[in-house]
């Protein structure tokens, strides 16, 4: 890419509107570092697509970055697609995010690609779902998902309702590379083509995705019998506001109590620093509403509602959060068991996916139920590639990331606040016509399998230095590794930046394994100027060596 002083020049000269124009000379005049991150490149897809800060330039999210990365999409469907080609297009509740989606509409109308735009926001995992209902092409979803309110975001899908994966989102981002002027976009009808219907998708689609969400369920008996079951629910100001107290409702729980003052939809995030159910400061109001209320078990959903997090309260009555690891752990227990009481694990063929940063508890119960544990890299859209890649060999029963996303069943290709907020419901009945509290079938099965305990700590590095800086923490890492880890000899080094060794496509993700069992995966962010280092240790003392790998590897 050019000097980012010369891009910025460009769109001073380009065909950019006055308001673009002078946001550039503002930089250029007073904030020559913003300057520098603003042009130094472009956004890459990363595991979660196109996603920056608002604001001018190459490196940001506004009306051009998004028109040119659908006029890319546009051209590699029409060069690739053969027939009527349709894409289906969704957007939470950021600012911009409306703009977004209805410019990603016109620009794919302009070049005779038919567009069904949903008729206001909706979660991601209902744009994957309605994908696939209206045998469309491709899919857009804009959103920066759990980022904070400066970010917005664009995830492109592909006809399966999955996330697009290799070869095709390269093949995209090399479409998008091509595209350097305005002019290049499409963002008005074009003398001689004919301009694509755009149809507006509604509640019908809401219907079809709650009607087969919700038969998912595995203990309606149960359900009916703790319907009062006391559940606090958040959307944190996003998508989840209307459907996930819905599909609650209809799986039978009567008493989901809302926090009123985050029902609001709202792309400021009022209420909260950073809308990401993953971080306790935003899980705080449906607490204090819980406790308020006498509740046992809390819901919270990030902006585009594919992700959820929960809290329970332990043995002694305190209402404590916990991590996607412990979640997705019990919950694959439950679901495992259930299937076998069901029958429905005999001659399935069923088999579960987790990603390679995703606790190792979860392989451990797969294999106590004789069921196939695929493991993948960091992003759902690889569980999904999972699932297409079996399809009429096998049945996909769940999978789960430690990022908060889960997934059960084949209606939706992405991870699932609504099915998981289901089936977390679900099993706390469940665990209460057992006499157990989620808390206490957690500690059940950390009985069963062995303690395991993980942390995920990130260091920010922002703009291009930041960048620098993290690649070479990477370089560091593969040159000299770690010879002792918490106190245990290094026993195995993988490095997915080796495909050839790894089986799986290529990364810039190291993992290390000590004699003992434990293991530290390290990987820069694919949408944010984060390196994330993800702990893992096994055994009685595992809190203990958690400490002692975060002690050794942050610094």
């Not at 506004?62 to 998004?66: D, E, L, P």
């Not at 002019?183 to 009808?189: I, L, M, Q, S, T």
């Not at 209320?293 to 332990?314: Q, Y």
């Not at 606790?359 to 004789?370: N, Q, R």
């Given at each position: 890419m050019a000097d980012y002083k010369t891009v910025a020049q460009s769109w001073l000269d380009g065909n950019f509107d006055a308001e673009t124009k002078a946001e550039v000379k503002k930089l250029m005049e007073t904030d020559p570092v913003g300057l520098e991150d603003a042009f130094y490149r472009n956004l890459e897809f990363g595991t979660g697509g196109l996603r920056g800060i608002m604001g001018v330039g190459t490196n940001r999210m506004?009306?051009?970055?998004?028109g040119m990365a659908t006029q890319g999409l546009a051209n590699y469907i029409k060069a690739n697609v053969k027939g009527n080609a349709s894409v289906c297009i969704s957007h939470d509740s950021r600012?911009?995010?409306?703009?977004?989606?209805?410019?990603?509409?016109?620009?794919?109308?302009?070049?005779?690609?038919k567009v069904y735009l949903f008729e206001s926001l909706r979660p991601t995992p209902e744009l994957s779902y309605s994908i696939r209902l209206k045998k469309a092409t491709a899919g857009i979803m804009v959103t920066a998902s759990h980022n904070p309110k400066e970010y917005n975001g664009y995830k492109v899908f592909w006809e399966d309702g999955g996330q697009i994966t290799a070869p095709v989102d390269k093949d995209i981002v090399n479409e998008v590379g091509k595209i350097?002027?305005?002019?290049?976009?499409?963002?008005?009808?074009?003398?001689?083509?004919?301009?694509a219907p755009i149809e507006i998708m509604g509640e019908e689609v809401d219907e079809c995705y709650l009607r087969d969400i919700t038969s998912l369920a595995l203990s309606p008996d149960v359900v009916k019998?703790?319907?009062?079951?006391?559940?606090?629910?958040?959307?944190?100001?996003?998508?989840?506001?209307?459907?996930?107290?819905?599909?609650?409702?209809?799986?039978?729980?009567?008493?989901?109590?809302?926090?009123?003052?985050?029902?609001?939809?709202?792309?400021?995030?009022?209420?909260?620093?950073?809308?990401?159910?993953e971080e306790p400061a935003a899980m705080k109001m449906a607490i204090d509403k819980a406790e308020e209320?006498?509740?046992?078990?809390?819901?919270?959903?990030?902006?585009?509602?594919?992700?959820?997090?929960?809290?329970?309260?332990?043995d002694e009555g305190k209402?404590?959060?916990?991590?996607?690891?412990?979640?997705?752990?019990?919950?694959?227990?439950?679901v495992l068991t259930r299937w076998k009481e069901l029958g429905k694990l005999d001659g399935a063929n069923g088999y579960?996916?987790?990603?390679?940063?995703?606790?190792?508890?979860?392989?451990?119960?797969?294999?106590?139920?004789?069921?196939?544990?695929?493991?993948?890299?960091?992003?759902?859209?690889?569980?999904?590639?999972?699932?297409?890649?079996n399809e009429g060999k096998g049945v996909f029963i769940c999978g789960g990331e430690e990022s908060y996303g889960f997934n059960l069943g084949e209606f939706v290709r992405d991870k699932c606040a609504q099915v998981a907020g289901i089936m977390v419901a679900e099993c706390a009945a469940w665990a209460a016509e057992q006499g157990m509290t989620l808390w206490q079938l957690l500690q059940k099965v950390y009985k069963e399998y062995g303690l395991y305990v993980e942390k995920m700590v990130y260091i920010v590095r922002k703009g291009k230095s930041g960048a620098e800086e993290i690649q070479k923490i990477?370089?560091?890492?593969?040159?000299?590794?770690p010879k002792v880890i918490a106190g245990s000899p290094l026993a195995k080094v993988i490095d997915y930046n080796k495909p050839e060794e790894t089986g799986l496509p290529k990364s810039n993700v190291l993992q290390f394994f000590n004699e003992a069992g434990d293991v530290v995966s390290v990987r820069p962010s694919g949408t944010e100027p984060k390196i994330k280092f993800y702990f893992g240790a096994t055994g009685s003392t595992a809190p203990e060596k958690i400490e002692q790998l975060k002690a050794q590897f942050i610094s």
């Open positions: 506004n009306k051009y970055t998004v600012n911009n995010s409306r703009l977004f989606a209805e410019i990603s509409a016109e620009v794919l109308s302009n070049n005779g690609i350097t002027d305005p002019a290049d976009v499409r963002f008005a009808p074009v003398p001689g083509v004919a301009k019998k703790h319907a009062d079951l006391k559940i606090v629910y958040t959307p944190l100001h996003g998508c989840g506001v209307r459907l996930m107290p819905e599909a609650l409702k209809r799986i039978g729980f009567k008493n989901v109590i809302m926090v009123k003052e985050q029902m609001v939809s709202d792309g400021n995030f009022p209420t909260v620093a950073s809308p990401n159910p209320v006498g509740a046992d078990l809390v819901m919270a959903t990030d902006p585009d509602a594919d992700r959820l997090g929960i809290a329970v309260r332990n209402i404590v959060q916990l991590t996607g690891n412990q979640t997705w752990s019990f919950l694959t227990y439950y579960v996916v987790k990603t390679i940063v995703t606790s190792e508890l979860i392989a451990a119960i797969c294999k106590s139920f004789g069921v196939k544990c695929y493991n993948v890299l960091t992003g759902f859209k690889y569980i999904a590639e999972v699932v297409k890649r990477m370089a560091d890492y593969r040159a000299c590794p």
